[in-house]
C-alpha cells in the first residue's frame, strides 16, 4: 500500500527546521511525471506542513485536506498504470510522500478519500456481519490454544461472506487485510472478482475493527477464529491469503492457537513483513506530533513484538507459498534470504513446506512483474493468480516449474479477468490505508508490551 505519506510527514515534522523541505516535495512532484503543479496543490501542502507544527493538530484536519487533493489526470488503460506506477515506484524513502501525492494525482487513489472513509463500515466492509452457527461450538478457544479476549460476536461479525459462498462445496479461501485497510477495500477487485470463478476456490474475507492499527496480536485472533469457523461451517479444511500485517497475523495465529495448524492447507502470503520493515522504522520516532499507531509501532524492523515473532513464528507451520517484490516501498528489506518476507522451514515440520518467490528473481527483469511491483501490485498481477491456482490444487505449496508458462504470466499486465477500474480499485489500497492512518485516534508513543502467552 502506499501509504507513505505519513513518514513524509512525520519527518517533515521532526524536521521542521528545515529549510526547503516543501520545496523539495514541490520539485519532487513537478520534476515527476505529473507536469505541472496546481496552485490548490501547493496549497495543501503548506497547509499539512503548518499543521503538522502546531500541536493541536488532529487526524481529520488532515484528512480534509487530503480529501482537497483532485486528480488531474485518469488513467485510460491498464498499460497507463503500469507506466504511471513504473515512474513512481521504487525504494526511495526520501520521497515517498510524493509517491503518494502522485498516485492521487495520476487518478490511482480513490475519487474523494473523506467520502471513503465515511463509509468504511458499510456494504463489503461491514464488522458486523451475522453469520450461521456452526455445527459444533468454535469458541471458546480450543485447548492447547491462548484464550481468545475478543467475544465471539466481534469475532464472527469480522468475517464477510460474500453471496457467491458455496458453505463447503468449493474449498474455502480467507482473505486476510493489510495495515489501515477493510477486507472489502483490499480484495474486493482483485481475488474476491477472480476466486469465486474458479472451482478450487471460495474467498470470504476480515473486516477487523479498528482497521489492523491496533495491536497486531489482537488483530490475529480474528484469523484464529476465522480458520476454526470456516472450517467449521463447511466441514472441510481451509486456505488463508493475505497481505502485509495480514501475514503477521496469520503466523501469530498458527502459532498460538495451535488447533489452527491442522485446518490450513495452504497459506499464500503477499508481501509479508515477518521482520518489520526499516521504512516504518523510520516513521516512528518515539516521540513527534504524530506518533505511530500500535500495530505501526510493532511493525518497525527491531520492535519487541518482532524480536518476539522471530522467536517462534518466524518459520512455516503449514503449506506456504510467499510473493514478495524487492523494491516494495513499504516493506524493507526485501530481497534474498535476509527478505522481510522471506519464511524459514523448520526441519522438525518437514510437512510445512516453503517456498518463497521473490518476483524479481523467477520474473524476467524487464517483465511487468518485475518492473512495477510496489507493496500492492502483486495483488492483481498474474503471477499471484497463477501461484494461488497451483498451490491449491496440489499438495504442499506452489512449484514454479509445474506452472505452464509461467515466463508468459510474468509478462502479463494484470491477471486475466481484471478490468483497468479493478486495477485503480486496487492502487486505490494506498491512498485509503494513509487516510485511515491519519484518521485513527489511538497513538502510541512507545510500543504496546508483547502479550503474557508470548514471553
Ligand atoms: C484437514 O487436514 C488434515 C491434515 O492436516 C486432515 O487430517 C484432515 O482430515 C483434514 N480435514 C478435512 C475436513 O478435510
Ligand atoms: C505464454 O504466455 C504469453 C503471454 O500470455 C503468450 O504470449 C505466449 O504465446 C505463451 N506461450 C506459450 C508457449 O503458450
Redesign the pocket.
Known amino acids: 500500500m502506499r501509504i507513505a505519506i505519513v513518514p513524509a510527514l512525520i519527518l517533515g515534522c521532526t524536521a521542521a527546521a528545515a529549510p526547503g523541505l516543501v520545496g523539495g516535495l514541490l520539485g519532487g512532484v513537478t520534476g515527476g511525471l505529473v507536469g505541472g503543479l496546481t496552485g490548490q496543490l501547493k496549497n495543501t501542502i503548506g497547509k499539512i506542513e503548518q499543521q503538522l507544527n502546531d500541536v493541536g493538530v488532529t487526524g481529520s484536519a488532515l484528512l480534509a485536506q487530503l480529501g482537497d487533493i483532485q486528480p488531474l489526470s485518469k488513467p485510460s488503460s491498464i498499460q497507463d498504470v503500469v507506466t504511471i506506477l513504473t515512474k513512481i515506484g521504487g525504494v526511495k524513502p526520501a520521497t515517498l510522500l510524493e509517491s503518494t501525492v502522485q498516485l492521487v494525482l495520476s487518478g490511482l487513489g480513490p475519487s474523494n478519500l473523506a467520502t471513503v472513509m465515511n463509509q468504511y463500515s458499510a456494504g463489503v466492509n461491514s464488522e458486523n456481519n451475522i453469520n450461521r452457527e456452526p455445527a459444533s461450538p468454535v469458541y471458546p478457544a480450543a485447548a492447547g490454544d491462548v484464550p481468545y479476549s475478543i467475544t465471539e460476536e466481534k469475532l464472527r461479525g469480522a468475517i464477510y461472506i460474500p453471496s457467491t459462498f458455496t458453505y463447503g462445496k468449493k474449498p474455502p479461501v480467507i482473505l486476510v487485510p493489510a495495515t489501515g485497510t477493510k477486507g472489502g477495500f483490499t480484495y474486493y477487485n482483485n481475488l474476491g472478482k477472480l476466486l469465486p470463478q474458479q472451482e478450487y476456490a471460495d474467498p470470504v474475507w476480515l473486516n477487523v475493527p479498528g482497521w489492523l492499527l491496533e495491536e497486531v496480536p489482537w488483530n490475529s485472533e480474528f484469523v484464529a477464529y476465522a480458520i476454526n469457523y470456516i472450517s467449521g461451517i463447511t466441514s472441510r479444511n481451509v486456505s488463508v491469503v493475505a497481505l502485509s500485517q495480514g501475514n503477521l497475523n496469520t503466523q501469530w495465529a498458527l502459532t498460538y492457537w495451535p488447533s489452527t495448524r491442522a485446518l490450513v492447507s495452504d497459506y499464500i502470503a503477499v508481501s509479508p513483513d515477518y521482520h518489520g520493515s526499516a521504512i516504518i522504522e523510520a516513521m516512528c520516532p518515539s516521540l513527534g506530533l504524530l506518533s505511530c499507531t500500535p500495530s505501526l509501532s510493532q511493525q518497525t524492523y527491531t520492535s519487541n513484538f518482532i524480536q518476539s515473532f522471530r522467536q517462534r513464528s518466524a518459520a512455516a507451520f503449514v503449506p506456504t507459498t510467499t510473493i514478495y517484490t524487492a523494491t516494495d516501498e513499504i516493506v524493507q528489506p526485501q530481497h534474498g534470504t535476509g527478505a522481510s518476507g522471506y519464511l524459514l522451514q523448520d526441519s522438525s515440520r518437514p510437512a510445512a513446506g516453503v517456498v518463497n518467490v521473490e518476483l524479481q528473481k523467477v520474473c524476467p527483469l524487464d517483465s511487468p512483474a518485475s518492473l512495477l511491483s510496489d507493496h500492492v501490485s502483486p495483488l492483481w498481477g498474474a503471477a499471484l493468480q497463477a501461484l494461488i491456482k497451483d498451490a491449491l490444487t496440489h499438495d504442499g505449496p506452489a512449484d514454479i516449474s509445474r506452472i505452464p508458462?509461467w515466463?508468459?504470466e510474468c509478462?502479463?499486465l494484470a491477471a486475466d479477468g481484471l478490468t483497468l477500474a479493478d486495477v485503480v480499485g486496487t492502487t486505490s489500497i494506498g491512498p485509503i490505508a494513509v487516510a485511515s492512518w491519519l484518521l485513527y485516534p489511538k497513538r502510541v508513543t512507545t510500543e504496546p508490551a508483547v502479550p503474557a502467552y508470548a514471553l
Open positions: 508458462n515466463t508468459g509478462s502479463k
